[in-house]
């Protein structure tokens, strides 16, 4: 079984410029996260999909961050314009079902450095 | 709000010695306890849950955790660590629904040869 696919698995930018992150899911998972880890902490939920709604965006920044799973499988996660603060690990996670706690599994995640 | 906190951020053990890391987690309800490894460069792997039922969790890599309610911990042992357990070990509570993970802030485990 494949696992969460993340690209790219780096990336490094100049402040207010734009950044794309993309995720595919384990096949038949419906439930996406993505999650933001900064250096030193533990990974802080971002968005939370179920399908191709989102669940839970509290955490998001939507003044510079948009997320969207469109046809309720692979997700894009934007910055734009991106800061100095955004430099973290973005981690991409899925889980198989629906409104329960459950094992979310992990990609590798993407590696932003905001210069 | 649920949270946890890893009061080690830190910890060295010798190749062959036991290992305990430590949980504490505060939440009002009963909770869903998770302890994730991550190797350098990868994702989080689970090691173990609990959800209900036997205190005492089995995980891989021949790792156990104990929920202990009355202190409010899960903490993480192993009789015998290997080189290649050297990674960051995060605790992680989860609420009853929405699936909505807090992870503490992890504790990077060195292993001397």
């Known amino acids: 079984e494949a696992g969460v696919a993340q690209s790219p698995r780096y990336k490094i930018i100049e402040k207010r410029q734009s950044v794309a992150f993309w995720c595919n899911p384990i096949?038949?998972?419906?439930?996406l996260y993505w999650y933001q880890q900064i250096l030193g902490q533990g990974p802080k939920l971002l968005i939370q999909f179920q399908n191709n709604g989102v669940v839970d965006d509290s955490q998001l920044p939507k003044d510079r961050f948009s997320a969207e799973r469109l046809k309720g499988v692979d997700s894009t996660l934007k910055i734009q314009p991106a800061k100095l603060e955004d430099s973290a690990v973005y981690l991409c996670?899925?889980?198989?079902?629906?409104?329960?706690?459950?094992?979310?599994?992990f990609g590798p995640g993407t590696r932003l450095t905001v210069l | 709000a649920q949270s946890v906190t890893q009061p080690d951020i830190h910890i060295t053990v010798s190749e062959g010695a036991s290992l305990e890391l430590r949980c504490n987690y505060s939440?009002?309800?009963?909770?869903?306890l998770f302890w994730y490894v991550q190797s350098p460069g990868q994702g989080l792997q689970l090691l173990l849950k609990?959800?209900?039922?036997?205190?005492l969790v089995q995980g891989i890599k021949g790792f156990e955790a104990e929920f202990k309610r009355s202190q409010s911990s899960f903490n993480l042992r192993k009789p015998s660590v290997h080189w290649s357990d050297a990674a960051e070990y995060f605790c992680a509570v989860g609420t009853g629904t929405a699936s909505k993970l807090t992870f503490g802030t992890g504790t990077r485990l060195q292993v001397t040869l």
């Open positions: 609990y959800f209900s039922g036997d205190t």
């Open positions: 939440y009002g309800a009963t909770p869903y």
């Open positions: 996670a899925s889980s198989p079902r629906k409104g329960t706690t459950d094992t979310q599994y």
């Open positions: 096949s038949g998972h419906a439930t």
